[in-house]
Each structure stands twice: as structure tokens, then as C-alpha cells.
């Protein structure tokens, strides 16, 4: 008796009609990704002080109970390119890796960053966890030729500037 072979292409069942139109439909060539203006923001948003990353963020900051670590992409006039969430992290702490924070910024094509982090507790101290992703950040920038110009922590009304206080 003679063997014979089988194909898993043979044990499909017979395609009905409204299968072979689906598979036959021409898929689109190119996505277009379209980037808009924020209708609350309908002039540019400049930041030129810690002042304005404060305004600029504590209400959306203030409101979270867990930590949000942010990202503001600038352009060569300081105005906003981008404002990126970057990771979410737990009551007491957000991991961040400059990969993360960096491929955002080159994707917008930015000449400069602002991070910006809250603290739930509304104590806006730097803890030693957030002076080393500064400096790890601020290293990482420098190799990129993509300054960051500052860290800000928010809490409860109040923020804490790592330019300010003279930790870059």
C-alpha cells in the first residue's frame, strides 16, 4: 500500500465567497500620522522657568495617587513640542529608563527636554532615587547633544527645581 502525504493547506475547509473577498481587499500602502494642536492650548506654550512647568502641569499632576513621570519636549524657542507620559509607577516610586524618556524626544524632534515627576505624599523633596535618574538622565542627554533642562518634582502646591536648586 502505497503511502500517501497529506498537507495541512488540504485539511483547510472550502473558503466560502466572503472569505476569498476579504483576502482579496488591497490593504493601504501608507498611515499618515497626524499631529494637532491641543484646542486648550491654542497659542504656543513657552517655558521658561520652573514656574511654568508648575502651571503647566499641577493640575494633572496633583490629582494622581501614584507616581507619573512626564515629559516636555521643547523646541530651540522653548515652546512645547510635546508633553509625553512617560511611566506610571507605584505610591512611592516610578521606574524610568533614558531609553524611555529619549526615543519620545527624538521622535519629536526636540532641541531640549523638561522632566517632571509628582510625588503623591505632596512633599516635592528629591529622594536619592530621583537625583540618580536625574544625573543618569542629564549623562544620557549630553551623549544625544539633547540638553535636559531641568527636573521638577510637584507636590501639593509646591514644586522643587533641580536647576533651582543647583542639582544638574
Not at 532641541?111 to 544620557?140: K, W, Y
Request: proline residues 7%; negative net charge.
Amino acid at each position: 500500500m502505497p503511502a500517501t502525504t497529506t498537507y495541512a493547506l488540504d485539511l483547510r475547509p472550502p473558503a466560502s465567497a466572503y472569505a476569498k473577498q476579504v483576502h482579496e481587499k488591497v490593504l493601504p500602502t501608507w498611515v499618515r500620522l497626524v499631529r494637532e494642536i491641543d484646542p486648550a492650548h491654542s497659542e504656543p506654550v513657552h517655558i521658561r522657568n520652573p514656574q511654568d512647568v508648575h502651571r503647566l502641569l499641577h493640575v494633572r499632576a496633583t490629582q494622581e495617587l501614584s507616581e507619573v513621570f512626564y515629559l516636555i519636549t521643547l523646541n530651540a524657542q522653548a515652546a512645547v513640542v510635546g508633553l509625553h507620559e512617560v511611566t506610571r509607577g507605584t505610591l512611592t516610586s516610578s521606574l524610568v529608563h533614558p531609553r524611555e524618556v529619549f526615543i519620545r524626544a527624538i521622535a519629536d524632534c526636540a532641541a531640549g527636554i523638561i522632566v517632571a515627576h509628582n510625588h503623591p505624599s505632596g512633599d516635592p523633596t528629591p529622594s536619592q532615587d530621583d537625583r540618580a535618574v536625574t544625573q543618569q538622565l542629564v549623562e544620557a542627554g549630553k551623549l544625544l547633544n539633547l540638553p535636559v533642562y531641568d527636573h521638577v518634582i510637584i507636590g501639593n502646591g509646591r514644586y522643587f527645581s533641580f536647576a533651582e536648586g543647583g542639582l544638574l
